[in-house]
């Protein structure tokens, strides 16, 4: 940290320390290279202001966190899009290097499944519910696109959880079910 503000230029630094009291309030802080400011003084500024306009800054923090959650997201989807063998090697790679979190997923799901399927379920129930995984695999088999068993009622949802039962059961392909992820739809 340079303690000249010509110095603090040549070396483009934001901020500068001379350890001399600013001309305002006394304060012996860091000051801005560009405008000589000092931050002591900047900081008291923008509490005073805050207080003073809290709507500005309510709708200031809104919209600086929906525009960067946007762009964030926008370049995430562009990225997967465009690097797609990368991340799935990536994801593949990760998978191989954590074997302990996968299978900890995998339990709680089969846990979850067990949990949410009734003991009043007769033969025939438990009949349809393998017939909808064999479908599943058939289906697989002829289109050449992967297809899953979906709950239409997630097992695990947030807001609602169904049951694992065969009218809760449809066999849908496997990109549709992973983008709903554990969401009801709803009618």
């Known amino acids: 940290m340079h303690t000249t ?27 801005r290279t560009k405008t000589g400011e000092c931050m002591a003084c900047r900081a008291e500024f923008l509490i005073e ?11 200031h923090n ?15 989807k562009k990225f997967n ?16 290097q954590n074997p302990h979190i996968f299978a900890k997923i995998g339990a709680k799901r089969r846990s979850a499944k067990l ?4 003991a009043w379920l007769t033969d ?21 696109f992967v297809w899953h068993v979906d709950h239409v009622v997630p097992l695990q949802g947030k807001t609602v959880s169904g049951l694992h039962t065969p009218y809760n059961l449809q066999v849908i392909p496997a990109a549709v079910n992973i983008s709903k992820s554990n969401k009801f739809l709803g009618a």
């Open 5 to 31: 503000r010509k110095g603090a230029l040549a070396a483009e630094e934001k901020q500068y320390f001379t350890g001399k009291p600013c001309k305002t309030s006394k304060h012996i802080a860091n000051r």
């Open 49 to 59: 202001w805050r207080v003073k306009n809290p709507s500005k800054v309510k709708q």
């Open 62 to 76: 809104d919209t600086q966190y929906e525009n960067h959650a946007d762009s964030l997201i926008a370049r995430s």
């Open 81 to 96: 899009v465009q690097n797609k063998e990368k991340v799935t090697l990536w994801k593949r790679r990760y998978q191989k």
């Open 115 to 118: 949990q949410r399927t009734p």
């Open 124 to 144: 025939n129930d438990h009949w349809m519910i393998g017939q909808a995984y064999e479908l599943a695999a058939l289906r697989s088999k002829m289109t050449g």
